[in-house]
């Protein structure tokens, strides 16, 4: 009779409680990309632009080496515009559009980080008239990229020299681009196509 208490009590003993599987915290999630801007070349929304001065420029000049190479050729007379920037995850985008006066254009990308210090910059199009160049631009969505398609044409060999005593050579490039910003603030650029090809010739008499 004890052993049938004993074994009662044995029994009606508390289970131990379910053990249940450590929950596993997830990963933090990678901040999601932004996506570029695609503006219409031929109408940039210069109402809500911001000139930038000389010495603004200077400032993003001395940042960047490359930057600073690129803007090697800046004279007063162009003007330096800031369109609206986009507000990322740990990072702005400044787009930031270039006049010349001989009425060339060129559209950068910026990224700056905390401090407004400079991350990462690309050209992205240029386009315009300048004596024999003539080019074009156009952006559009591909993807989840930006596209450039940039169209230039000369009116000379890319040299400047003849094929001979009398004949010119008018030749075309086209080059396709995609970018797009990587969660970090880096603008990476990727060639889609690029070729060169002679639009027509021309006899000197």
């Not at 000379?156 to 005593?165: L, S, V, W």
Request: net charge neutral; aromatic share 10%.
């Amino acid at each position: 009779m004890a052993a049938a208490t004993l074994t009662l009590a044995g029994c009606n003993m508390p289970a131990k409680p379910e053990q249940k599987p450590d929950k596993v915290s997830k990963p933090a999630a990678a901040p999601a990309a932004c996506a570029l801007p695609v503006y219409d070349l031929e109408k940039l929304p210069m109402g809500t632009a911001k000139q930038l001065d000389s010495a603004a420029v200077f400032r993003l000049c001395q940042q960047s080496p490359g930057l600073r190479e690129a803007f090697t050729d800046y004279y007063a007379g162009e003007k330096f515009y800031q369109l609206a920037t986009v507000q990322c995850e740990g990072f702005t985008l400044l787009p930031l559009y270039r006049r010349g006066e001989d009425e060339t254009h060129r559209l950068y990308y910026l990224t700056l980080g905390t401090g407004q210090q400079l991350q990462s910059w690309a050209l992205l199009a240029t386009w315009g008239t300048a004596e024999e160049w003539h080019g074009t631009s156009k952006l559009q969505k591909a993807g989840n990229a930006l596209r450039v398609i940039t169209l230039n044409q000369m009116d000379y060999r890319a040299d400047g020299e003849f094929m001979d005593d009398k004949t010119y050579l008018f030749t075309q490039d086209s080059l396709v681009e995609d970018f797009h910003l990587a969660p970090t603030g880096q603008l990476v650029k990727t060639q889609v196509d690029s070729t060169q090809r002679v639009v027509r010739t021309m006899t000197k008499l």
